[in-house]
């Protein structure tokens, strides 16, 4: 079974830039989440699609941040402007609910260096 | 307002021997807890989870404890070996939705 995908592994901006991320997941897994990683950090939820509906998007800064996954599949994740802060690894991550418990599969993640 | 917190930012021990990580939280709604590991440019990979019913949870080498009083759980790793070096980081799910909140991982470092 092939496992999250994710592109491209790593992406160096300018400040002010955008940057775009996209993710395959697992095939079959209709739950889809972004997280962000800052260095030392664990990850942090941006936002949690069920099929090609927002089920959270609480801590997604709105203002600069976007994301779909229009077809209920692949999705992309948007920055702009970037900030020297977002500087962090962009993880997507799938699950399948098949049980009382909805284990979450990431991806190897986006390093993005904002300069 | 960290819900999720991992004090110790490393480990170090010798081959063999009890890897012992600690996790403390602070939310009482949450119902599960899971334990994740990541190897340098990987992703988290599941490693083992318990329930908020239960207090213990074993899959071969690795247990983890829950004590629901202390708001405190550890994940035991025993023997350990060089191969289990990596980033452990606990999580935890609210009982609203599958929403995980992290702690900042703890890095093992297991010694031959």
């Known amino acids: 079974e092939a496992g999250v995908a994710q592109s491209p592994r790593y992406k160096i901006i300018e400040k002010r830039q955008s940057v775009a991320f996209w993710c395959n997941p697992i095939?079959?897994?209709?739950?889809l989440y972004w997280y962000q990683q800052i260095l030392g950090q664990g990850p942090k939820l941006l936002i949690q699609?069920?099929?090609?509906?927002?089920?959270?998007d609480s801590q997604l800064p709105k203002d600069r941040f976007s994301a779909e996954r229009l077809k209920g599949v692949d999705s992309t994740l948007k920055i702009q402007p970037a900030k020297l802060e977002d500087s962090a690894v962009y993880l997507c991550?799938?699950?399948?609910?098949?049980?009382?418990?909805?284990?979450?599969?990431f991806g190897a993640g986006t390093r993005l260096s904002v300069l | 307002d960290q819900q999720v917190k991992q004090n110790s930012p490393s480990l170090s021990v010798q081959e063999g021997r009890i890897s012992i990580l600690n996790c403390d939280y602070t939310?009482?709604?949450?119902?599960?807890f899971l334990w994740y590991k990541k190897y340098p440019a990987e992703g988290p990979t599941f490693l083992i989870s318990?329930?908020?019913?239960?207090d213990k949870n074993e899959d071969g080498r690795f247990t983890v404890f829950l004590n629901k009083s202390a708001k405190h759980l550890s994940l035991h790793i025993v023997p350990s070996q060089p191969g289990d070096s990596a980033v452990y980081f606990c999580?935890?799910?609210?009982?609203?939705?599958?929403?995980?909140?992290f702690g900042g991982g703890t890095r093992l470092m297991v010694k031959p």
């Open positions: 991550a799938s699950s399948h609910i098949t049980a009382s418990l909805v284990i979450q599969y």
């Open positions: 095939s079959g897994h209709a739950t």
């Open positions: 699609f069920q099929n090609n509906g927002v089920v959270d």
């Open positions: 939310n009482s709604m949450f119902d599960y």
């Open positions: 318990i329930s908020s019913i239960k």
């Open positions: 999580a935890a799910r609210g009982n609203a939705g599958n929403m995980l909140t």
